[in-house]
């Protein structure tokens, strides 16, 4: 089973719209963060964005927001004012501090390719 | 403020030669990662090195190998390329096992004909 769903392979969205990224992820380890990172054309990794487990609030950096549902296991990414400059693929991620005694790091999702239309 | 810094950026082996991708950062990270990426596949892990002295297995070991050098290198080795392995190949760092961000390199596009 995928840790980490991302169910939309690509988005068109207008200038100035928010846009929501969906990601779904699959722990049974009670402790671990979610992730997202941005991957511009030009392919460097991006830290957007963090969100712990145990983290009451959303997490929130600039125009980036996490929309944190953890009974319903999903961690959106909200963008605000998009600009042409989010053009990029998106991936979500996950840690796991037990890693269920499998690999450490960063298990990724396919990612969302995000396209704004002026 | 270097970061990771991957080498060689570009590279293209015939079937069979073998080849070295080298990694260092300088953030003093206890924990270091070889990805690769595919289209459509997200990036996937080959090795990580949890600290100075240890390497283990990520999901896509096979026909790879790894180095930790010391605590600022962490190299990946392809004995006998394929075309399969063709991809592009990020090293990342992380300060410590099991918490906290990635810090990625910049990526190696390597193409075996």
């Known amino acids: 089973a995928q840790k980490i769903t991302q169910t939309q392979p690509g988005m068109f969205v207008q200038e100035k719209e928010a846009v929501t990224l969906d990601c779904t992820y699959d722990t049974s380890d009670p402790s671990y963060g979610l992730f997202w990172y941005k991957q511009p054309s030009s392919g460097e990794m991006i830290f957007l964005i963090y969100?712990?487990?145990?983290?009451?609030q959303n997490a929130t950096e600039g125009r980036y927001s996490l929309n944190f549902q953890k009974a319903r296991k999903s961690a959106n990414l909200v963008i605000s004012a998009s600009q042409l400059g989010d053009s990029a693929m998106y991936f979500c991620?996950?840690?796991?501090?037990?890693?269920?005694?499998?690999?450490?790091?960063?298990?990724f999702g396919k990612g969302t390719h995000l396209i704004i239309q002026p | 403020n270097a970061g990771v810094t991957q080498t060689p950026k570009f590279q293209v082996l015939k079937t069979g030669q073998s080849m070295t991708l080298q990694c260092a950062q300088d953030m003093n990270h206890n924990s270091m990662y070889w990805y690769r990426q595919d289209p459509g596949m997200g990036l996937r892990l080959i090795y990580y090195s949890a600290s100075e002295g240890t390497t283990d297995k990520g999901e896509v070991p096979n026909g790879y190998n790894v180095s930790r050098l010391n605590k600022r290198e962490f190299s990946l080795r392809l004995e006998s390329a394929a075309p399969s392995q063709t991809s592009v190949y990020f090293c990342?760092?992380?300060?410590?096992?099991?918490?906290?961000?990635?810090?990625f390199g910049e990526g190696s596009r390597l193409t075996v004909l």
């Open positions: 991620a996950m840690r796991e501090l037990y890693s269920g005694g499998g690999a450490d790091g960063l298990t």
């Open positions: 990342a760092s992380s300060e410590f096992i099991g918490a906290g961000e990635l810090f």
């Open positions: 969100q712990g487990s145990y983290d009451q």
